[in-house]
């Protein structure tokens, strides 16, 4: 494919993406690489071991501001923002009245205002949310005018830090405004593989001269959303639209992490009453970790059985983790199936496949703590 369909958008990298042969598909209204010559598996391999270049710009950035932005946020998610230190980023969730996921957000203080990245198939559904919900208490402002990638790696520090000396010792989940071989940038210590590394958000105008930049060094290559499914599945990390969506509760979904102990006891987000029994009492089904026997993997809406045939719930997700040397995959089975180590089939092209409840995630996570 040498041109995007005059259907899909395109990211400020897309000339970049076919100048390295990037093969392009379609992904969420988007014309995105799923990989470049090195191919999937090495792609996966090589971020694990150095440093990896995403292309994130089709996620969505948005500006939150007010006279309290971070009080009108809390009104529809459940983690605490009014406590969120300026700098600090925090993982959380947009939530509807029944306590379904409408989306998972990234929300950094940037002190005068709030910087949210959100899914990028969900980005115009959430800013006119958000726009409904907090007319008068916030202004909400999408911002195209920005592009995103994400280097991603145990070497990303090192390779960032010979642009940005003060990036290399950001603390996990902090923000940092700064300059890229004079260009500004915003540097967040995030991102979506289990490895250390950052998300660089910049104008779109600068996004390529700084690809460029960090693609020349002899630690980074470019990634495509193919290896990144496999490093977010192995580190065991929702995709909003398979793993998580509006059907699917925080407690079911195994993010009771993301439901700050304030906002636990005092409520005051959509769904609160859902999510309290849910809390207190459990839930018909949980998100648990499956791994298979042998070889094959088992793929998305593969329905996963008891010992006795019977189905007991579904994978949302799976494939091949490169790195566990294994197939891996997540979905829901019911309650009394949820135990790691509980014997579960898997039905595969009309055949059972034995697996078991997986322990998450299926390779040691490796943020840096600092």
Known sequence: MTEASESLK?????????????????FAGYDMPVQYPLGILKEHQHTRAKAGLFDVSHMGQVRLTGDDPAAALESLVPGDIKGLARGRMRYTLFLNEQGGILDDLMVTNAGDHLFLVVNAARKDHDVA???????????????DDLALMALQGPEAAAVLGRFIPEAATMKFMSYLPATFNGIPVIITRSGYTGEDGYEISCDKSDAQTI?????AEDEVEAIGLGARD??????????????IDET???VEAGLEWALSKRRR?????PGYDVIKDQLANGTPRRRVGIQPEGRQPAREHTDICDTDGKKI???????FGPTASAPVAMGYVDRAHAAVGTPVQLMVRGKPLAAKVAAMPFVPQRYYRG
Do not use: I
């Open 10 to 26: 395109t990211t400020p990298l897309h000339s970049l993406h076919l100048e390295l042969k990037g093969k392009m598909v379609p």
């Open 129 to 143: 949310h958000m726009r409904e919900r907090l007319k008068g208490k916030a202004e909400v402002e999408l911002l």
């Open 211 to 215: 690809a460029r930049a960090l693609l």
């Open 230 to 243: 496999s490093l977010r599945l192995e580190a065991g990390l929702c995709l909003y639209g398979h793993d």
């Open 248 to 250: 699917t509760t925080p």
């Open 265 to 269: 006891e005092e409520g005051g987000f």
């Open 313 to 319: 719930g579904e994978v949302t997700s799976g494939g």
